[in-house]
């Protein structure tokens, strides 16, 4: 069984350790928190705990290490861990820069070692349903996606809307598209903490021709989670807030008849929700990087994915800062 090691049992952190200890043998806990470090330490008591991450390091039995830290702390954890060769599971964004996360992904190649960031909704069984019916062209040619991540909070003050949610969104576009942008342009503003912006909106243009959308917001009355894929057949529309219709196919789309004279009528068929698996999809991410630490690296595609995820993070930021596309 895989001797993994996880560092930050927060917020998010106590769900990935729940998930760890079930699928693989726990071996340290680690929290610079030593009053929560002592809670999970009881709960958890076959893992050995400290308050230093150096620790889990230092421990030849430990085959992988999983961070689930602060963002801006996620960098350096995961190079030190990769440097120590050690396979890293590390939560989204693995890097706030895209020279940072090329290191990553260079240092994981040259040691042979796995790279997982933790895009968590690569794994959601209805964004699978999604993709796969994007893949079989089941849409028709794709035009344009967009998402909304919005709610009132929760106000973070480490990282702005763009960081914090959007790279939730950016990942599944990236992986539904295929593609990274050639322009990238977004704009926010910083209303409650000055610097970090409360409300981004983001447009990305493809190579080919199709164009992504994100509105990303703690500042908004709506509690949305959703990403509709607009296909010159179909579309098709993602809403996490659902309990049981998580997917939504619309069989609507534009359509030109030939008596027409170049007059566009629209078509609207059946409406329907393909039925969805029940499974945890953190369950299934860890299941995944598992997996990948047993089999080896293989083409480092996680890694290279996270990659394309910070390099066009990176690109927002850009343009957030100066108004221009990037
Ligand atoms: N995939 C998802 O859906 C999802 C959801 C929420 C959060 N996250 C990610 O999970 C990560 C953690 O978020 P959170 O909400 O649990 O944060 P949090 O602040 O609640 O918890 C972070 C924990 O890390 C500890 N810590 C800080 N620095 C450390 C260090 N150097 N070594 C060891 N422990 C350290 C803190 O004491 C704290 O217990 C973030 O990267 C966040 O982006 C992912």
Request: overall charge negative.
């Amino acid at each position: 069984m895989t001797r993994v090691a996880q560092a930050g049992v927060g917020g998010w952190g106590k769900n990935v350790v729940r998930v760890v200890g079930e699928l693989a043998e726990l071996a340290w806990i680690c929290d610079t928190d030593g009053k929560r470090l002592a809670e999970f330490g009881s709960r958890y008591p076959q893992a050995r705990t400290t308050t230093a991450f150096a620790d889990l390091l230092t421990d030849d039995e430990v085959d992988a290490v999983v961070v689930a830290t602060p963002v801006p702390t996620h960098y350096e954890l995961a190079k030190q861990a990769l440097e120590a060769g050690k396979h890293v599971f590390v939560e989204k964004p693995p890097a706030m820069r895209g020279e940072e996360m090329e290191e990553l992904v260079a240092l994981a190649e040259a040691r042979g070692l796995v790279l997982m960031p933790g895009h968590l909704l690569l794994y959601h069984p209805g964004l699978r349903v999604v993709k796969q019916l994007v893949d079989e062209g089941a849409l028709g040619e794709v035009a344009c996606v967009y998402g909304n991540r919005q709610n009132l909070g929760v106000i973070r003050s480490n990282e702005n809307a763009l960081w914090s949610l959007g790279v939730h969104d950016l990942s599944v576009i990236l992986w539904l598209l295929e593609e990274e942008p050639s322009e990238a342009v977004a704009h926010g503003m910083d209303y409650l903490q000055e610097g970090i912006e409360d409300v981004v909106f983001c447009f990305l243009r493809f190579p080919s021709g199709r164009v992504a959308h994100m509105h990303l917001s703690w500042l908004d009355p709506h509690k949305m989670r959703k990403m509709t894929v607009v296909g010159r057949e179909k579309m098709v529309v993602f809403d996490d807030m659902e309990l049981e219709r998580k997917v939504t196919v619309y069989e609507k789309a534009p359509w030109e008849p030939a008596s027409s004279y170049g007059e566009w009528r629209t078509r609207t068929g059946d409406i329907f929700s393909p039925k969805i698996a029940n499974d945890e999809p953190l369950r299934l991410e860890l299941q995944h990087f598992l997996r990948l630490v047993q089999a080896g690296p293989g083409d480092h595609r996680e890694a290279h994915d996270g990659l394309a995820v910070v390099r066009t993070l990176d690109r927002l930021t850009t343009s957030l800062r100066t108004g221009a596309p990037a």
